[in-house]
């Protein structure tokens, strides 16, 4: 499919579930010019209902690909997903790897909308432009690796959601190819309101030519120059060898590895589910999303966990049992649901409850959430809700109710202004700030210090929402820049976009997401931290003191944010910041 | 962020790229803007106002680099294209303006990590911090003193299809030939082998501090590393030779750590090095005279060796990749001790201390600099 130069006009299907209705369509090429796509037209879209009930008849749940998916850019095919969060009541587009985006592309559609609710559970039958609403009648607590089995024949992508999701877990995932999750913030659950089990996308009829074929290649072979320079990305560690497991030795050495439901920021146990260990025990082989030579995830007879999972199934739990974590990760990934905010309501349950969930407890309790029996009745509900329940608010480690993945904030204070600032809760990956303050990339910053972060946060937000917006993978970005993956956007849309334009793309996409939030009643408390994070220190280490945050010096920093992004002092965006940013109106 | 903009114009100042705190201006914006400077001009306003930054550095570089890049803008008064391996993979080529025009520096900027302006000079930019913005005003001074001086001789002798230089171009090489000659010859590190941690420490970072002073690379290029038993003491990736303590990562040999995750992007090259060698300590740098002449003659191949003098030169690319330079340097580290990466930079190892690999890369420097006086004597120009 050759577009011609600079056309943005972006191919939408728009299904309902309740009439069973697929319409195409285009999208407005203003708006494809300023949302670009993924994220950035997801949040779009979800800006025209912004106070729609996440779980609602006519809450939307897009699927979008971006501007260079299919193309020759290296690691630019990843598809976003977006609805509002069940489980935080935010905005919650999360990123998900695998083909699902390339299939998409090549049936003819850059995004998918999909709104309604399907009277019996079906299944969604895309295949290039033919759609079908396929009724099915598997026991909703059919494992998720039955259900991509059955669709082995079917030789494209699968999204689909599993038991967790069709029993009120509210922090359902939405899994795709079998391998990858679309974890955070409960989107499975949105996707099984609507009674739809599965999406299944072949496509074959489109194919994706750049407008400057050897701009492309340029573009490409700098980037690639740059992943193998990366020794986060290809070095002996980097994460192409050892996948983001390559985290656990350097977290337990930088004393920021959460422990014991973050009451201490150092496991010592943290070797049995190292990196090294996963290699002699697991062996695993390497596999990837489309179209990216890093290649980043790793499969033996299981999954092998990301980082994240290992550190809150290992470290937050004390549990240095590695089969339990490589069991307990198997399981969230056929029941569906998000492994971070799993293990971390059981970290919390069990500080509440003076327990350990170690070994084959820690699997049952698992299991109890997959069954919704037992705790599993109030694990499914998130940490937030159950602290609640149980009258300890103050133990669940989450902001707007999406608990901390695995990087302390007492030992990185930009990721501690992010996970407040961040438009989705908690969440590590909306600025990335582990790239500068731990991996040194693309330069370093003193972890300890607030000085200059309330900027370097807002501008790696903007940055992010790019990268989700066209496609991309952050960890890309741990080598290559904007100004390599501008080169490439130029040249397969022909629209000369250079990177301070996408920064400031990024920027109108990150504070509509915030105008969102506004609407939606988020305010400035809701971007404050769990308030051990002020008052106790974590563990201390050789040359390291991880001291409590100073609450004043973060609320300033927090204020000098608000300032910088254009908000009001209570985090707010108002209509008006919103028009100044449009580059629409700019343009 | 004051202390940044005090920190980065005094390394201008101390590592020759500035002459004097008048020559640079440098700004550093959170919610308000720092700088060395009482005010701030319009046009600096205008420039964070366009871009998406929180760093910026103007400076007039220093006599020598300003008179080689008003050369090389003659030639091509829109783009320099610089031809080391390390600039071509990151900076990938270099904008220029002949006047500064706000609109017109903010959209070169739009593309590229800096830019030079004729009647101005160097302006570089950072979304983090200003040690990015001073990492690309050192790269460029060093891109373009690489392509010049290998432009001049690879065009006299009709090598890489570089244009033959004109008589102004050969009077002006000849004129600034001496004032570019590697520092008088002086190695200041111990004979003595580290033994603890504390030693090790402490003689990378005498290491580390004297090739940045001798020039010997720029400063936040190049690495060292020093192996003791099982264990390498490595410079972190991006870590500033002369201020390397906190900024070394001790890890196994074995691999049985991923803390290397943060160490520098030629660990796999050092590593291997020890492997085939009893050496204990490697340095590598960027001499650029010893760059300059690697890449005298045709393109090297990736498999291909040659020579300058007795001091081989092979291919390979920065990290770890299929070209990587991992493949071809040890190998002929184990017969030399040393060896210079085409278009990169100069390896040298030694048992026991520094000093040894300090010697070396400091001699293949100067015989590299007279190499090249002699080459371009033997093509006439004296
Ligand atoms: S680096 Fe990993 S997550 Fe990113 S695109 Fe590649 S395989 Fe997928």
Redesign the pocket.
Do not use: L, Q, V
């Given at each position: 499919m050759q577009k011609k130069r600079g056309d943005f006009t972006l191919s939408a299907l728009s299904i309902d579930l309740s009439t069973r209705d697929a319409v195409r369509s285009t999208i407005d090429p203003e708006a494809g010019k300023t949302f670009l796509g993924g994220r950035g037209i997801g949040t779009w879209l979800l800006s025209s209902r912004p106070m729609v009930d996440a779980l609602s008849e006519d809450a939307p749940l897009i699927l979008s690909t971006g501007p260079l998916t299919g193309s020759r850019i290296p690691?630019s095919?990843?598809m976003m997903i977006s609805a509002f969060s069940p489980l935080t009541g935010t905005i919650g587009s999360c990123s998900v790897?695998g083909s699902l985006a390339i299939q998409m592309k090549r049936a003819g559609f850059d995004l998918i909308i999909i709104t309604g609710r399907s009277r019996l559970r079906l299944i969604l039958e895309i295949d290039n432009a033919r759609v079908r609403f396929v009724d099915e009648d598997m026991p909703v607590d059919l494992p998720l690796s039955s259900v991509f089995d059955a669709y082995r024949s079917f030789r494209g992508s699968v999204a689909a959601v599993g038991p967790a999701a069709f029993s009120d877990c509210t922090y359902a995932s939405i899994m795709v190819d079998g391998s990858f999750a679309c974890g955070r913030g409960g989107l499975g659950s949105v996707m099984a309101s609507k009674n739809l089990r599965a999406i299944a996308i072949r496509g074959s009829e489109h194919t994706v030519m750049a407008c400057d074929p050897d701009g492309e290649e340029t573009a490409r072979a700098d980037i690639i120059r740059l992943f193998d320079a990366s020794p986060a990305i290809m070095g002996r560690s980097g994460?192409s060898l050892c996948g983001t497991a390559a985290l656990v030795d350097l977290m337990a050495a930088r004393r920021m590895m959460p422990t014991a439901n973050f009451r201490r920021t150092y496991f010592e146990d943290y070797r049995a589910f190292s990196a090294g260990r996963i290699r002699e025990e697991q062996g695993p082989r390497q596999?990837?999303?489309h179209g990216?030579p890093?290649?980043?995830?790793k499969k033996a007879h299981s999954e092998i966990p990301e980082y994240e999972t290992l550190s809150h199934f290992g470290a937050l739990n004390e549990n240095a049992d590695l089969a339990a974590i490589i069991e307990a990760n198997r399981l969230c990934n056929e029941a569906g649901m998000d492994t971070v905010t799993a293990a971390a309501s059981i970290a919390c349950l069990a500080e509440i409850r003076g327990l350990r969930y170690t070994g084959t407890t820690l699997v049952d309790k698992v299991r109890e959430i997959a069954g919704a029996r037992g705790d599993g009745e109030l694990l499914r509900l998130g940490s937030a809700v159950l602290a609640r329940e149980l009258g300890a608010p103050e133990k669940s480690m989450s902001v707007k109710s999406l608990e901390l993945p695995a990087y302390d904030p007492r030992g990185v204070y930009g990721m501690a202004l992010a996970y407040g600032t961040s438009t989705r809760g908690a969440c590590h990956l909306r600025a990335y700030p582990i790239a500068h303050e731990i991996l040194r990339k693309p330069v370093a910053t003193d972890r300890f210090s607030f000085s200059g972060k309330a900027r370097i946060i807002k501008i790696a937000e903007d940055l992010n929402a790019v990268i989700d917006s066209i496609g991309g993978?952050?960890?890309?970005f741990l080598g290559a820049t904007l100004e390599e993956y501008a080169k490439g956007l130029a040249a397969v849309t022909g629209l000369a976009y250079d990177t301070h334009d996408l920064l400031r793309l990024g920027d109108h996409i990150y504070t509509l997401e915030r105008y969102i939030n506004t609407l939606r009643g988020f305010r400035r408390t809701d971007d404050l931290l769990p308030e051990r994070f002020f008052t106790e220190p974590g563990t201390h280490g050789p040359g390291i003191e991880v001291r409590p945050i100073d609450k004043t010096a973060f609320e300033a920093t927090l204020d000098r944010y608000y300032k910088i992004r254009g908000c009001n002092e209570d985090g707010t965006v108002t209509a008006e910041r919103l028009r100044e940013l449009n580059p629409c109106r700019n343009r | 962020m004051q202390e940044q903009v005090e920190k980065y114009l005094s390394k201008l100042i101390r590592h020759g790229l500035v002459q004097g705190p008048d020559d640079a201006a440098l700004y550093g914006l959170d919610d308000e803007l720092y700088t060395n400077r009482h005010t701030v001009a319009p046009e600096v306003r205008a420039l964070f106002d366009l871009l998406n930054i929180n760093s910026l550095i103007i400076a007039r570089p220093e006599p020598l680099h300003w008179s080689i890049m008003g050369d090389l803008i003659r030639d091509d008064p829109s783009l320099i294209c610089p031809c080391d391996c390390e600039s071509l993979t990151f900076i990938h080529d270099i904008p220029v303006l002949r006047t500064f025009d706000v609109e017109a520096a903010a959209r070169a900027l739009s593309g590229r990590k800096g830019l030079i302006i004729a009647d101005t000079g160097i302006i570089t930019t950072g979304t983090v911090s200003l040690e990015q913005a001073f990492i690309s005003l050192s790269s460029i001074c060093f891109a373009t003193f690489v392509k010049y001086f290998a432009d001049v001789l690879n065009g006299l002798y009709g090598f890489a299809a570089t244009p033959k230089p004109g008589t102004a171009r050969l009077d002006a090489a000849r004129r600034i030939l001496a004032p570019a000659a590697p520092a008088a010859f002086y190695n200041p590190l111990s004979r003595e082998t580290p033994g603890t941690e504390a030693e090790i420490i402490q003689a990378m970072d005498a290491a580390g501090k004297a090739i940045v002073s001798a020039h010997l690379v720029d400063s936040f290029f190049g690495n060292i590393s020093c192996r003791k038993g099982d264990l390498i003491y490595i410079s972190q990736t991006g870590s500033s030779l002369d201020e390397l303590p906190g900024c070394i990562d001790c890890i196994p040999i074995d691999g049985s750590s991923t803390c290397d995750l943060t160490s520098s992007s030629e660990l796999l090259a050092h590593l291997k090095t020890y492997e085939i060698t009893d050496d204990s300590a490697i340095l590598h740098g960027h001499p650029r005279f010893s760059v300059i002449m690697s890449m005298f003659g045709e393109p090297l191949g990736f498999t291909e060796t040659r020579h300058i003098e007795d001091i081989p030169v092979v291919a390979g690319e920065v990290g770890a990749g299929r070209h990587g330079l991992m493949h071809t340097l040890p190998a002929a580290m184990a017969g030399h001790h040393a060896a210079v990466v085409y278009g990169h930079g100069t390896f040298a190892s030694c048992s026991g201390s520094f000093h040894g690999a300090f010697e070396r890369l400091s001699s293949i420097e100067h015989q590299c600099f007279d190499a090249y006086r002699s080459a371009l004597e033997k093509a006439g120009v004296s």
């Open positions: 690691a095919s990843r790897g994460i596999h990837a999303c990216c890093i290649a980043c995830k993978c952050k960890f890309a | -």
